[in-house]
């Protein structure tokens, strides 16, 4: 079945550590997105990416990192310079120039 | 002003009511429309897309108003299982890339 996970499903991170959240497609979908989440929030975008080796920044991109080395994975990385990390992390990814997003099941982090 | 603009709610509403949701948008130039239902502590999931006649897909149909720039849901006979968050999402739809805008959400609440 093709379609987009996200891992792990739980993360918890003591202040000051960078962590990575996985995400893999298999949708050959050449457009992927990363998505933050606060409670009763709506989606605000951290990056985007468009093809291969190439990504932009979204809306709150300070504080977190990407790479986009092969079509199906788009990593994100938290760094320790995000100053309120804790949050619903959602992956997506879409044809570009048509269509709708599909989404993750999400990971969700926690700053102990 | 936001890209795109939702009532919050909470809709509380008994079963088998009808209920209806608006959905303003600012961008005029905005050329595809979803809404998305978000189950609690889940990814979105999309409900349907918006054309520029309206579409029906059973007991849900959508309408767009380009005039007015806003779209609507709206669910007949309502059931239990339609408890959910329903996000509004609005692109501009350039050639190879699709931003997407989402609205925070409308959450429902269908009693019995």
């Known amino acids: 079945d093709g379609g987009i996970t996200q891992s792990p499903k739980y993360l918890f991170r003591k202040e000051g550590q960078n962590v990575t959240l996985s995400c893999e497609q298999n949708?050959?979908?050449?457009?992927m997105y990363w998505y933050r989440q606060d409670p009763g929030q709506g989606l605000r975008l951290i990056y985007y990416?468009?093809?291969?080796?190439?990504?932009q920044k979204g809306d709150i991109a300070e504080g977190y990192s990407v790479s986009r080395e092969k079509k199906e994975s788009f990593p994100l990385t938290v760094t320790s310079a995000q100053k309120n990390p804790t949050a619903f992390y959602l992956c997506?990814?879409?044809?570009?120039?048509?269509?709708?997003?599909?989404f993750g099941p999400g990971t969700r982090l926690t700053v102990l | 002003r936001k890209e795109v603009e939702q009532d919050p709610g909470p809709f509380n509403v008994p079963e088998g009511a009808t209920v209806a949701f608006n959905c303003t948008y600012s961008?005029?130039?905005?050329?595809?429309f979803f809404w998305y239902r978000q189950d609690c502590r889940k990814e979105p999931k999309l409900l349907m897309s918006?054309?520029?006649s309206g579409n029906e897909d059973g007991r849900f149909t959508a309408q767009l108003n380009r005039a007015s720039q806003y779209i609507s849901l709206l669910i007949r006979d309502s059931k239990l299982s339609d408890s959910a968050t329903y996000l509004c999402?609005?692109?501009?739809?350039?050639?190879?890339?699709?931003?997407?805008?989402f609205g925070s959400g409308t959450k429902l609440n269908v009693k019995p």
């Open positions: 997506a990814s879409s044809i570009a120039g048509l269509g709708e997003q599909f």
């Open positions: 949708l050959n979908h050449d457009a």
């Open positions: 990416s468009q093809i291969v080796n190439d990504f």
């Open positions: 961008n005029s130039a905005s050329q595809s």
């Open positions: 918006v054309y520029s």
């Open positions: 999402v609005v692109t501009p739809q350039s050639y190879n890339f699709n931003k997407f805008y």
